[in-house]
């Protein structure tokens, strides 16, 4: 499985953009990135997935480059309920996926 | 459609004692999984199934043993609750996507409430 490492905490203000960058140097040929949103007491969510480029929902954007060997989770204009942990994990069909595995997640806090 | 269930929800047991959580889901998901989460930290992975009658071990395995009987129910064991196991628990259920099969797509979980353990 590709390793990822995340910064461990961020801070952001409402309203403000916030860019979390995930490096995974040892991204699998297929190998896919995903990103979870967990919120205290609550199991996580998934926000958004992507193979290459980028993708936009109607949450967030992924921005991978073209090595994928990192990738980044934008979260347009933050409020106070986007105070959450935000997991990056990549894997696929051939490098184990099937055993998901979470790393420590980066724990965004946003202020007023 | 309920997504993930689990039970109990809370549970306080005692060290040595014995308990099952419940997890069933409703999705016709053939993936199950079970993991811990404790206090500041990220999910580990407990064990997993990808089927109806296979289980398989994940990153924690030891003092739980877990049974896929039906597939949509998935159960975790404690047979010898420790005060080391008190954590959360989350269920998680995910489907097989036809990209998977064919060595592309990812693999998107569902999660429950989660159940919180204190083992005393």
């Known amino acids: 499985l590709a390793k990822t490492t995340q910064p461990i905490s961020m801070d952001s203000y409402e309203g403000q953009e916030v860019n979390i960058t995930c490096s995974h140097n040892n991204i699998a040929t297929n190998d896919y990135i995903t990103w979870y949103q967990q919120f205290p007491s609550q199991g996580p969510r998934f926000i958004i997935q992507?193979?290459?480029t980028k993708v936009t929902n109607e949450v967030a954007s992924l921005f991978i480059p073209a090595d994928r060997k990192s990738s980044t989770l934008s979260l347009p204009r933050v409020s106070l309920s986007d105070t959450a942990v935000y997991y990056c994990?990549?894997?696929?069909?051939?490098?184990?996926?099937?055993?998901?595995?979470f790393g420590a997640g980066t724990r965004l806090f946003v202020k007023a | 459609n309920a997504g993930v269930t689990q039970t109990p929800k809370f549970r306080v047991l005692k060290t040595g004692q014995s308990m099952t959580l419940l997890c069933a889901q409703d999705m016709n998901h053939e993936y199950m999984y079970w993991y811990r989460q404790d206090p500041g930290m990220g999910l580990r992975l407990i064990h997993y199934s990808v089927g109806e009658g296979t289980t398989a071990k994940g990153e924690v395995p030891d003092g739980y043993n877990v049974s896929r009987l039906k597939k949509q129910n998935f159960l975790l064991g404690l047979e010898s609750a420790a005060p080391s196991q008190t954590s959360v628990y989350f269920c998680a259920s995910s489907k097989l996507e036809e990209g998977w099969v064919r060595s592309s797509g990812a693999n998107v979980l569902t999660f429950g409430a989660g159940s919180r353990l204190t083992v005393l």
């Open positions: 992507g193979y290459k």
């Open positions: 994990l990549v894997g696929g069909p051939n490098t184990g996926g099937f055993k998901t595995i």
